[in-house]
């Protein structure tokens, strides 16, 4: 009888012994598989921040701490030859330039003089953007600020991508540039989303901007 008994002790710590491990197992499986995921997110996430990143380039002798306002090119100048944008486009693409801009403390000078002349292109393909360069006055190793140089990674011609140019009126060019991929579905996208899209890529860009009259993030970039 008290054999008997030992045994029942036996199997039962065994029995105990073998739930304990399995459950470590499983434990560490678990620990494991979601240790995994989150890699697998953050390393999404890390991958999508990059390729969402405004590339910038500016001239390092150009005191942007003096820019207060500016303005567009009038729709009927010279200028409009240059670009092959539908009103509706433009519209949107200008609305969200103010929204920013605004802002970030800058006065929209409608008619008159401005310090700077903001001017913006949608990529098609390399020959318009040649096309729109020369009219700028676009020098690319005049722009020595900014990623663009110190990573010496040219601008990439992306079909869908925005340009944004700040132009000196004095020498009608361009003294700041960047590039930002809108990803916009044209099949799926509505025009609420487009606009978003827009807003949120000169964000973006403007984030790179030197310098901000806003009080609240005031900043200067050093020349380099």
């Known amino acids: 009888m008290a054999l008997h008994r030992q045994t029942v002790v036996i199997f039962s710590q065994q029995g105990s012994l073998k739930l304990f491990v399995d459950r470590q197992i499983i434990m560490h499986i678990r620990i494991v598989t979601l240790f995994t995921v989150f890699i697998f997110i953050i390393s999404l996430l890390a991958g999508c921040t990059s390729s969402r990143s405004a590339n910038t380039q500016f001239r390092t002798n ?5 820019v207060d306002s500016y303005r567009f090119y009038d729709r009927n100048s010279d200028f409009s030859d240059f670009q092959n944008i539908n009103d509706t486009t433009r519209n949107s693409i200008e609305l969200a330039i103010e929204q920013v801009l605004d802002k970030n403390g800058f006065v929209y000078q409608l008619g008159g003089e401005a310090d700077i002349i903001v001017t913006y292109h949608l990529i098609k393909n390399g020959k318009e953007v040649k096309k729109y360069n020369k009219g700028i006055g676009y020098c690319s190793y005049c722009l020595r600020g900014g990623e663009a140089q110190i990573n010496k990674k040219p601008f990439k011609i992306i079909p869908g991508a925005l340009i944004l140019d700040i132009i000196n009126p004095q020498t009608e060019s361009s003294v700041w540039r960047s590039v930002y991929d809108l990803k916009i579905k044209v099949d799926r996208d509505n025009s609420q989303e487009v ?21 609240k993030e005031t900043k200067l970039v050093a020349s380099r």
Not at 62 to 66: A, M, R, V
């Open 62 to 66: 150009f005191n942007f701490s003096q």
């Open 195 to 215: 606009q978003s899209k827009i807003y949120e890529a000169i964000d973006m860009m403007m984030k790179k901007f030197p310098y901000t009259q806003n009080p």
